[in-house]
Structures are given as structure tokens and as C-alpha cells.
């Protein structure tokens, strides 16, 4: 399975941007997650949602971003409402198999908040 991600961009603090992973394949039995990595830091696990759509969020960004799948459509989105400069990084979706065996990785969109 290969994983698209989109939907990043420069914006202002304040703003919104919508993320979107697109897989080549079903991601019917996958837990879905969305990551970031600041410059300089180590990526850190920012949502998640399991196979049948339960969600956490890490604590920073609750209430603000929001996680959702489209098994349909196979994608895996990530809604970033008020976003702070401190949001800027790289954004990797993953996803894993539920039996944890199988792990993929997108190739990453760069956010950037300008304050």
C-alpha cells in the first residue's frame, strides 16, 4: 500500500488547513495516525483513529484538530482548525494493521503557521 498526503501549505496563525492520505489500497483493518516532526525535534504521534473510528488526539492540539477516516474512499483525513505557529512541521500519515504486521508510511507535507 503507498500513502499520498496532501492539503499542507503556508498559513496564517488563525487558520485552517486540511490534510488528506490517500492509500493505493483498502485500509479496511488499519488504525489510521497522523504525525509531525518540528525542525530539529523528534516526530511525534499528533491524532489517531482506530479501525472501527475511535480517536486521541495528543494533548496540544485537542479541540483543534480533528481525525476521520473514509473507508470507501480509502483515505484518512486530519482538520487543523486554529493553528499556531507551533503546529509548523512536516505532517506523515501512517497507517498500521490492526494485527500490527504491516506499517506504512507516506511521504510527508510540509504546514507552516506564520504569526
Known amino acids: 500500500v503507498q500513502l499520498q498526503a496532501s492539503g499542507g501549505g503556508l498559513v496564517q496563525a488563525g487558520g485552517s488547513l486540511r490534510l488528506s492520505c490517500a492509500a493505493s489500497g483498502s485500509i479496511f483493518g488499519f488504525n489510521g495516525g497522523w504525525y509531525r516532526q518540528a525542525p530539529g525535534k523528534q516526530r511525534e504521534l499528533v491524532a489517531s483513529?482506530?479501525?472501527?473510528?475511535?480517536?486521541d488526539y495528543t494533548e496540544s492540539v485537542k479541540g483543534r484538530f480533528t481525525i476521520s477516516r473514509d473507508n470507501a474512499k480509502n483515505t484518512v483525513h486530519l482538520q487543523m482548525n486554529s493553528l499556531k505557529p507551533e503546529d509548523t512541521g512536516v505532517y506523515y500519515c501512517?497507517?498500521?494493521?490492526?494485527?500490527?504486521?504491516?506499517?506504512?508510511w507516506g511521504k510527508g507535507t510540509q504546514v507552516t503557521v506564520s504569526s
Open positions: 483513529i482506530t479501525n472501527i473510528g475511535n480517536t
Open positions: 501512517n497507517l498500521k494493521s490492526v494485527f500490527g504486521n504491516l506499517d506504512y
